[in-house]
């Protein structure tokens, strides 16, 4: 079983949509988790990033960690054209600081929004 | 320009063949990374380096080596390529120093092909 898994979709929605993606987990020491955002045939950039439990909004975007549930959500509202790309959840049980936050990817959910 | 910077871009290849990826980067971090990226697997790391005095063996480093050659290069061979070594390539890197996110930071990538 992996550590971390991820529905690959792929996942279409109209424009508009409020949009869900998900990732369970399996590590109980995870603490840091971050969504990372792919365009076609470019590297993933940061979108979110959360330590421990709660909730963090940015604009159009809320990541959600429930971590007695081991449980990430990404949700998007009133999603454009120009989310579509593929999404990939990653976690880690320690900051990037002076030792290593070795990063686990979820396997990337493909999200089309097409208008 | 891109502050990492990925060559070859794309590259077909024979069995056997040996193979260098290179990576080059503006940004002044100390850490890079090579990562690989398949359909339904997510991303993997290959291998990653804190500076250029040390490497470090990743989760799937069997077939590959590195070299870091200065602060802002890190390349990654494959000395005899073999088919299953079909995949996307990518080099990021990130800061070093405690605090910060260990946000990473990605090139576009490198689609290597062995036939």
């Known amino acids: 079983q992996k550590e971390v898994e991820q529905d690959p979709g792929p996942l279409s929605v109209p424009e508009g949509a409020i949009v869900s993606l998900n990732c369970t987990y399996s590590?109980?020491?995870?603490?840091?988790f971050m969504w990372y955002r792919q365009y076609s045939r470019k590297g993933p950039e940061l979108l979110m990033y959360?330590?421990?439990?709660g909730n963090k909004e940015d604009g159009r975007f809320t990541a959600q960690v429930d971590k007695s549930s081991k449980y990430i959500s990404l949700f998007i509202r009133d999603s454009q054209p120009s989310d579509s790309a593929t999404y990939l959840c990653a976690m880690s049980s320690n900051a990037g600081g002076t030792s290593y936050g070795k990063l686990t990817f979820g396997q990337g959910t493909i999200l089309t929004v097409h208008p | 320009d891109a502050d990492v910077t990925q060559t070859p871009r794309n590259r077909i290849t024979k069995t056997g063949k040996r193979i260098m990826l290179e990576c080059s980067q503006t940004k002044g971090h100390d850490r890079m990374y090579w990562y690989r990226q398949d359909p339904g697997l997510g991303l993997q790391l290959i291998y990653y380096s804190f500076d250029v005095k040390d490497i470090n063996k990743g989760e799937i480093s069997d077939g590959y080596s590195v070299s870091r050659q200065a602060q802002a290069k890190f390349s990654l061979s494959l000395e005899s390529a073999i088919p299953n070594q079909t995949a996307l390539y990518f080099c990021a890197t990130s800061v070093g120093t405690s605090g910060n996110t260990g946000e990473l930071f990605f090139g576009e990538g490198s689609r290597l092909t062995v036939l």
């Open positions: 590590n109980s020491a995870f603490q840091y």
């Open positions: 959360t330590y421990s439990s």
